[in-house]
């Protein structure tokens, strides 16, 4: 698959992570291609929380974006 298919599946990240020193100037993406899938899955997960799990979920990302 070529760059241009991995970033359209949004599987982007995983270039520069199998080539670390290539200096690509496609190689910022990595991070629009994590966020696109925690939009796509965190979302779709969230409605199934209930108040107390919700809660848990945000306090977790607070501290893993700040890891």
Known sequence: MDKIGRYALFLGY??????????LPTDPLWSIS????????ATWRL???????LF????AMMILSNV
């Open 47 to 53: 409605k199934h929380f209930n108040r107390k799990s």
């Open 56 to 59: 848990g979920f945000c306090v």
């Open 34 to 41: 994590i966020e696109e899938q925690f939009y796509l899955f």
């Open 14 to 23: 995983w270039f520069p992570v199998a080539h670390p020193r290539t200096n």
